[in-house]
Nanobody, 115 residues
Framework: QVQLVESGGGLVQPGGSLRLSCAAS????????MGWYRQAPGKQRELVAVFSRLGRTNYADSVQGRFTISRDNFKNTVYLQMNSLKPEDTAVYYC?????????WGQGTQVTVSS
C-alpha cells in the first residue's frame, strides 16, 4: 500500500506562486508514474503534470510554461511549482502514483487563486 500526503496549498493572488509537495511512503518512483491532477467545482478531474517511470515529464496545455513538476528521490517527494497563477487554476490538487497494477491518490490540497 502506497500512501501519498500532499501539502502546500492555500490562497494566493493572481500572478502569484505556490509549491505543492507530495510525500510518498517509500521509494516508489522507479515503479510508479507520479502525477498531479486537479479538480475544480463542477468539473472532471484533469491531469496537470506527470513524471513517467523513466523520468519523462508531460504537462497539460493550460499549465505549460507556468508549472514545473520535479522530484527528490532521497525524500521520496514530488513537487509542483506553480507560477503565474490564474483564477482558473483554482481547484483541489491531487497527487497520484500509478502503474499497471495499482493506482493511488492523496487526500488533495486546495489551491485558491483570488484577489
Amino acid at each position: 500500500q502506497v500512501q501519498l500526503v500532499e501539502s502546500g496549498g492555500g490562497l494566493v493572488q493572481p500572478g502569484g506562486s505556490l509549491r505543492l509537495s507530495c510525500a510518498a511512503s517509500g521509494s516508489i518512483f522507479s515503479n510508479y508514474a507520479m502525477g498531479w491532477y486537479r479538480q475544480a467545482p463542477g468539473k472532471q478531474r484533469e491531469l496537470v503534470a506527470v513524471f513517467s517511470r523513466l523520468g519523462r515529464t508531460n504537462y497539460a496545455d493550460s499549465v505549460q510554461g507556468r508549472f514545473t513538476i520535479s522530484r527528490d528521490n532521497f525524500k521520496n517527494t514530488v513537487y509542483l511549482q506553480m507560477n503565474s497563477l490564474k483564477p482558473e487554476d483554482t481547484a483541489v490538487y491531487y497527487c497520484n502514483a500509478r502503474n499497471l497494477r495499482n493506482d493511488y491518490w492523496g487526500q488533495g490540497t486546495q489551491v485558491t487563486v483570488s484577489s
